[in-house]
T-cell receptor, first 113, second 115 residues
């Protein structure tokens, strides 16, 4: 069975600082991995996805994530935080042949001025 | 706007009442999903349609819940005899399988409050 663990339910960074949101997955078969962002009272917006084509994935709004099979990780990073990045971020996993996503519990990012 | 839409955005109801939510997927997306998100948690899968066929229902979906997707277009999720524990955000997503990855696009959600 697949699962996702997001370490740190709350992360605070200063504006302009590096953003690092952690995601570790568990899967017995090669996974597909996704990061979504959710602003208050809104649905989820896709940031980026890993589909086995390249281990470093670039997404929207300057975010990127690196798939590390040896560490079973797919951490999300952004070099310089902006106030508009304040939101909740969810990591999700699915595998070939399935359709439902398994989501982590989310990390709420706070950006300090 | 060609994204996934949901109606209503907010619903407040009294315990024991029935409620129905609607989801309109992205045009030509043949797959449609319902998820439930409670406070402080990630979305949890409820059910999945391919065209008009409901192919899987989670054990989270008690017999008070029913979902339909007539004609393979919009979908409705009905909750009968609502309970306070049903209070949550109900999210709809749609996708069209392209390549090997099924990328789901989410709507804005319907927030249900059961008093």
């Amino acid at each position: 069975a697949q699962s996702v663990t997001q370490l740190g339910s709350h992360v605070s960074v200063s504006e302009g600082a590096l953003v690092l949101l952690r995601c570790n997955y568990s899967s017995s078969v090669p996974p597909y991995l996704f990061w979504y962002v959710q602003y208050p009272n809104q649905g989820l917006q896709l940031l980026l996805k890993y589909t086995s084509a390249a281990t470093l994935v670039k997404g929207i709004n300057g975010f990127e994530a690196e798939f590390k099979k040896s560490e079973t990780s797919f951490h999300l990073t952004k070099p310089s935080a902006h106030m508009s990045d304040a939101a909740e971020y969810f990591c999700a996993v699915s595998v070939l042949g399935t359709y439902k996503y398994i989501f982590g519990t989310g990390t709420r990012l706070k950006v300090l001025a | 706007d060609t994204g996934v839409s949901q109606d209503p955005r907010h619903k407040i109801t009294k315990r024991g009442q029935n409620v129905t939510f609607r989801c309109d997927p992205i045009s030509e997306h043949n797959r449609l999903y319902w998820y439930r998100q409670t406070l402080g948690q990630g979305p949890e899968f409820l059910t999945y349609f391919q065209n008009e066929a409901q192919l899987e229902k989670s054990r989270l979906l008690s017999d008070r819940f029913s979902a339909e997707r007539p004609k393979g277009s919009f979908s409705t999720l009905e909750i009968q005899r609502t309970e306070q524990g049903d209070s949550a955000m109900y999210l709809c997503a749609s996708s069209a399988l392209a390549g090997v990855v099924d990328t789901q696009y989410f709507g804005p959600g319907t927030r249900l409050t059961v008093l």
